[in-house]
């Protein structure tokens, strides 16, 4: 039977999944954060820039369904927190507009200055939007600073979402929590960057940089998941009971995992892959290059995890701190029952979607990218 | 209510808009025309298409790129800027979006990826494939933006909830089907053929002038206009349906667009200020030169329509809008207490809704949008888009009868009619959005109503930004793409009357 309950927790799995396959592809960020890091001449920076501009649409159309799926199925979440978390939104997307352009227009403009400037505008998205998007995200455990009152739209100047201060989303910094979830964003993508190259790029002399750099930023970023796991885990979180009354509760997150029992394998499962495929980038000499696969189906599945301890188990999932009872919860944000279901029809489409992505990466990354291929290719960044 | 922070929200999404505008059409049309070239580069098995194809592909990635920049700004920008809105109508509205990036945007950006890159690493029959999904990519993802936008001028399939505060969707094929979102599907999509279509005829105007890639761009000519003229002919027909529409939908903005002050039956098409058709306007806008067309007094103080049922005044709907309000917040005030009076206000409220948006107005003139800008906005993008299609009719006479050769004039004019198409577009879509000012949904949310909360000072901030970056994306692109046409395709293959 699907119930409107059932409707309003399957898009939160659809979110859920968009999420995760966002920070997965990722990569591409990951990657270009370390374009002058890695790339120590100029040959290495084409190879990473031409490796990950191959790909860079598929993040970027991504972010653009998740925003679109978010819109759609939870819009309270869209108006509250686009509309009030300003800063944080319009920075996240003016990165990822720089980023846009940036590999068409690098060389085109012929002029190594312009060459400098776009790279280093890659290198700001790949660092900035991971950290804000981390950031963002993390408020779905620490919660923010608004009051929702729908009621309002009986008034003559109605505003149904108010931010609780002038700062608009990055008041979030303030917590070290929101400091730890995003640079642990920053390290992963840069782990599943290095191990993107290790499968895309083939170049011994490269890959043995690339892994060496991967002993660092995965250490960095174990220990940064370590934190941000642990300061989720022993946080209160905000519980939601049968009549929509918000109150916070004592390891709240920590309860969801093990009153979700699916959720817990998924999550462990998860962190398990992300293990597995940084262990066989570092210590494996037949399969390292195979080794994002695994961390990519990994990061997939812990992201959707946490979206989950977010959102299931009666939770609210984007909490408010200055009036509990404005919190969100699915029941409370999502969109009517009619349009749900019209959604999770159109939503069928996503295996095929899928299905026509892997076939087309298949096609074109058959053959890893060499110095030799770019040195004589007319379609090249 | 902070008059800055409206008029300064709506520069912002104005100024996105307008960027973002001056991407897609090219992309629309020279989508089908790089698809139609490497189609024949397939069947024919010459060389000289492929090469042809990834000339044109080269400029569509180029443009690409800052398009989906522009592009996707403007989708958050309705949660950033215009929060009340978001909730308010989010039910309905967020549903096209949601499916334009799942059906449309995935299929466009995987496929353009494998036409760029896939030359060498994919089957001939795959790569013409991926290219013709780029370009129906391009063509579904405008279907579902416009279908949103079309609920913006003619909002229909959907209830207001009370209890929840919103309008909630109870009819997804009203949604697709609003005779509003068809029309606009196709002017737009055939205008950006049309951009399409004028824009290789005019680089390849160029070349003939210099007298470089001749065969080339005769090709490119032949085909540029064929696509040019096919996609205008479809804009003059939506266009004329798009009339209908607005005649009937949005009566305000005909009457902005024509300057109509008072009208009625056989009422007048004014070319320009002073030179009038009589009882043009009324063939056009209704088919029937007896038809009513009124006039920005008689709405504003009310008017009988073709079907005969009175619409009544702007200071009446105001008084009603308002009284929608009140009961609105009776309801709210007394659901869970007292059941009968709850009844009442929703009673109350249901026979006042079809006015809710008026009663956040204070005065009745505030629905009369700029009509000077509008007026003259209608009238650049006519001008302009019938001097296109004369010289797009030109060109595909010329390059049918093979008398390209030697026409001077005809390549500076082809060159010229590349800024005026641009120019064309903007006007439509000026006309479209501002002509239904002060809506966000028509009669529904004035955009007062709509916005979010935030300081006028953080926008005008983010507007500068915004303003700064994509004007130098404008500029570089335009660079790249003027030194991507000077170094040409490199096929120089001069043709015999050349020679």
Redesign the interface.
Known sequence: MITYDFLQHYWWFIISLLGGLLVFLMFVQGGNAQIFMLGKTEAERGLIINSTG??W??A??T???F???F???F??F???????A??V??LI??T???Q??S???QH???NPR?VSFFRNCLVINGLLAPFLIGAAVSTFFTGSDFVVN??A???????????GN?W?GLEALADYRCWLFGLMLVALTMCLGILYMLNNISDSEFSVRLRHRLRIVSVGFILLFIASMGSIFLSDGYAVNADGVVALENYKYLHNLSQMPGVSILFLLGVLLVLVGLSLALFSERYYSKAVWPAGVGTVFTVMSLFFLAGYNGTAYYPSTSNIQSSLYLANSC??E??LR??SV??L??PF?LA??VY?WR??D??PITREELATA??KY | ?DTALIGWSRAQFAMTAAYHWLFVPLTLGLGIIMAVMETLYVVKKDDFWKQTAKFWQKLF??NF??G??????L??E???????????V??????P???????A???E??????M????K??SKG?HLT?TWLTAVGAAISALWILIANAWMQHPMGMEF?PD???N???D?WALVTNPVAISKFFHAVFSGWEVGGVFVVGVSCWYLLKNRESRFARQSILIGSIVGVLGTFMVMFSGDKSAVHVAKYQPMKLAAVEGLENGGPRAPFSIVPGVEIPGMLSILATHDLEGIVPGVNDILSGYIDNEGNVIPSVEEKIERGKAA??S??DY?AVRDTNAVMAAEAREALEQNMDYFGYG?LDEPQEVVPPVGLVFWSFRIMIGFGSFCLLVLLLALWFAYKDRLSGKTWFYYVSMASIPMIYIAGECGWMTAEIGRQPWTIEGLLPV??AV????AS?VIT?FF??LA?FTL?LV??V??LI??IRKGPGIDEVLPDIK
Do not use: C
């Open positions: 191959r790909k649409e598929y970027f159309t972010l653009v369904t925003g679109g799926a819109f759609a199925s819009p309270l869209y108006s509250t927190s686009f509309g009030g300003y800063w939104w319009m997307l003016l990822f507009v720089l846009a352009v590999y068409e227009f085109r403009v012929g312009w729908k009621a739209m009986g008034e003559m100047n109605p505003v149904i979402s108010v931010w002038g608009h969109s009517s009619f349009t019209v959604m159109a939503s489409i996503i979607v026509y992505i087309a096609s074109i058959r053959k007319e379609e | 209510m990635g180029i790129a800052v989906v920049a522009t592009g996707i700004i989708e958050f309705f949660g950033t800027n215009w929060s009340n809105y978001s909730w308010f989010g039910d309905i509205f967020g549903a979006l949601a499916i334009e990036g799942m059906l945007f995935f299929m950006s995987t496929f353009m990826a494998v760029y890159f896939g030359w690493k994919v795959f991926s909830n929840t505060v919103r909630e969707m109870v997804f309000l009140r609105f917040q709210r956040y007062k109503a979010s909360s935030i300081s953080s983010t930004i915004f970056v994306f570089i692109e660079r790249i030194k991507a």
